[in-house]
């Protein structure tokens, strides 16, 4: 995933030089360029090898003149290559985007283009009155687009998790809005000792049964539905994990969810936090001040968090800061310790 660093300043040039709006107005363009690609199976064609306009306009079934369009965008923004009348994927689109890998983010631009970017056009509207509709409204046709996009942009972190967390002396972990599984599903494959439950809303509960069972791990990770605000959440675990949660919430509601869990910690239980935690600013990491914005089309009272916020919500609710670590992008953990009552 691009963590693109635009840094608008007031310069002299740029006083007399409007070309950062229209980069920034454009950025649209290039995104739904590139939405219009992923779709039109244009790297997964390259995939195959080097082709000409002919050869990938068969391979996609495409006309000349529509695929020429949607490969040289795909030229120009750094995806693919053209040399002389021959295009190829880019390293990087062979990796995420070709799907020859399983590191793949096609899913991911699939949710932003039909989910995400319809609800961006109101991003002002939002802002000033709140969000036409909420992401836990999604119906059954969009539900698995969704859960497999948030998988998709979780794959870096959540395989980077267990080799940034210690987790060699913990058994059974709750994964608290485990989403898919997938944070579940790295973790214990790194630790073979440790048992988990992802404990999700029904929905999305039903499409982590499937994922956990086709990577044969229904012996060690169990799935429970319900609703962490308002269902009595499990007992007997040592490690909780809250993976991309506290941006739906106000810090009120976050609060409250963190308290939840202390009362059924026991002291020295550990308490993982993953999220796009910021600097005190709310403005870097750059990606991370954008999402604001995804949170806020989609959630009531979505928004990101600092470090320093976060922190300070653990020391009013029982919980004992140790550290907080990057993992890959724009998130990092936050891990925290069960105080003694």
Same mark, same amino acid.
């Given at each position: ?8 300043? =007031? ?34 064609? /390259? ?8 050869? /990938?306009?068969?391979? +996609? ?25 021959? =295009? ?72 980077? /998790?267990? %080799?940034?967390?210690?987790? +060699? ?21 790194? =630790? ?63 609060? +409250? ?43 009531? %009272?979505? %928004? ?38």
């Amino acid at each position: 995933m691009t963590t693109n660093t635009i840094h608008p300043r =007031y310069t002299e040039r740029s006083a007399h030089d409007p070309a950062l709006i229209f980069q920034l107005a454009s950025g649209f363009m290039a995104a739904k360029h590139l939405f219009a690609a992923s779709e039109l199976g244009i790297f997964e064609a /390259l995939g195959e090898g080097p082709a000409d306009l002919d050869r /990938l306009a068969a391979r +996609t079934g495409l006309t000349r003149r529509a695929t020429r369009i949607s490969a040289d965008a795909m030229v120009s923004v750094g995806l693919l290559e053209r040399h002389g009348d021959v =295009y190829e994927n880019t390293p990087t689109a062979d990796a995420f985007l070709s799907g020859a890998t399983p590191a793949d983010m096609r899913p991911l631009l699939r949710f932003w283009d039909k989910i995400s970017f319809p609800s961006w056009i109101d991003l002002a509207g939002a802002l000033a009155r709140g969000p036409a509709w909420e992401i836990f409204d999604l119906d059954e046709s969009l539900q698995p687009i969704a859960s497999a996009g948030i998988e998709a942009f979780q794959a870096g972190p959540s395989q980077a /998790l267990p %080799d940034t967390v210690d987790l +060699t002396d913990r058994h059974r972990l709750l994964d608290i809005g485990g989403g898919t599984g997938s944070w579940s599903i790295s973790l214990t494959g790194r =630790y073979p000792h440790l048992e988990a439950t992802v404990f999700e809303l029904p929905a999305v509960a039903a499409i982590a049964n499937e994922r956990i069972a086709g990577a044969m791990l229904g012996n060690r990770i169990r799935v429970r539905a319900g609703d962490a605000l308002t269902d009595e959440l499990p007992t007997g675990f040592d490690t909780f994990l809250i993976a991309n949660l506290a941006h739906y919430w106000s810090p009120e509601t976050n609060r +409250t969810l963190l308290q939840r869990i202390r009362n059924v910690a026991e002291p020295g239980a550990r308490l993982l936090a993953v999220d796009f935690w910021t600097d005190p600013t709310h403005t870097q990491p750059f990606a991370a001040a954008l999402m604001a914005g995804e949170f806020a089309v989609h959630l009531r %009272d979505g %928004d990101v968090y600092s470090a320093d916020e976060f922190t300070e919500w653990l020391s009013h609710t029982g919980w004992r800061f140790l550290d907080h670590k990057p993992l890959a992008g724009p998130m990092s953990v936050i891990i925290a310790e069960a105080a003694p009552a």
